[in-house]
């Protein structure tokens, strides 16, 4: 069984990367800096990044990768997945150098996520400055947040999740966004790290590759603040103010370039993953959430 910590980055696609630019320093208050093929580092923390834009066709996901402790971790999950029957392709030179790690294999999960494994982060160590203030966003040993993947093959994935790369179910939810639409199922799962989900399967489709992603600030002050930058900016609202149910983080949430949301949060709770019993939502949301706006 592999051990992953946490999710260590994101790497988006764009036609555009200068919006992305624009809307990681604007609009999420993170750092910014030009990578390799013109792409663009989104800096949350000390690290050189935490998202990773690329240019592209496509305005969408691509990859999300997730790290282990050490290179002994590191073999031992290549193994585990490569045992459930899943190919590993081995990271290039280049790749390992452009993802600033000593270590890099790619896979694909049972709904055709693809993933990137990691350890041994090699890249800068640059305090963090955000170029509009914001204090800071909570990271370390809990990586950069966490995504929401669309999962159709919904069993296989959950199982490929909880018995190869280790992670613990934190909530399951059976969700229904309206009174004709169909019940989709959303697991909620933790790495070794103890944020209270690092990845979440949703039994629903997305053309972008991604429900969404969060990050998460130091103060429901900064989740006001930027909830205000938000209208300012004009950029789409795909769910009101709210506090979740399983995790309590009160949060918003908006679009991103890259077409999939960006959840802008505080107060997530953590788990311990020795002893956290898994839990049964009824609902998504103690307050607000309306994910209607996002149809709107």
Aim: net charge negative.
């Amino acid at each position: 069984m592999g051990k992953i910590q946490a999710l260590a980055y994101v790497v988006a696609q764009s036609t555009d990367v200068s919006k992305w630019q624009q809307y990681g320093e604007q609009m999420l208050g993170a750092a910014t800096a030009p990578s390799a093929g013109g792409g663009l580092f989104v800096k949350l923390d000390e690290r050189d990044y935490r998202i990773v834009v690329v240019p592209g066709a496509e305005d969408r996901y691509l990859f999300s990768g997730w790290e282990v402790a050490n290179e002994a971790d590191f073999k031992a999950t290549v193994v585990a997945i490569e045992k459930a029957g899943v190919s590993v392709t081995p990271g290039s030179p280049e790749l390992k150098k452009t993802r600033g790690f000593k270590d890099v294999a790619t896979f694909v999960d049972p709904s055709g996520n693809t993933h990137e494994l990691v350890w041994g982060y090699a890249g800068g160590n640059a305090a963090f400055v955000s170029p509009i203030g914001v204090t800071g966003f909570k990271t370390g040993k809990q990586g950069m947040g966490h995504t929401v993947l669309p999962c159709l093959n919904f069993d296989a994935t959950f199982a490929f999740f909880r018995d190869v790369l280790g992670f613990g179910l934190s909530d399951s939810f059976k969700f229904q966004p309206g009174p004709d639409a169909p019940v989709m199922r959303m697991f909620f799962m933790h790495a070794a790290s103890g944020r209270h989900h690092s990845f979440a399967l949703a039994e629903m489709p997305s053309p972008s590759g991604c429900i969404h992603i969060m990050v998460e600030v130091n103060s429901m002050t900064e989740v006001g603040l930027a909830h205000d930058r938000r209208e300012k900016l004009g950029i789409k609202l795909m769910a009101t103010l709210g506090q979740h149910e399983n995790d309590k983080m009160t949060s918003f949430y908006m679009n991103t370039p890259s077409n999939f949301a960006v959840e802008y949060g505080w107060g997530g709770i953590d788990v311990d993953p020795a002893t956290w019993q898994a839990t049964n939502g009824e609902r998504v949301s103690v307050w607000g959430h309306d994910f209607s706006v996002g149809f709107r």
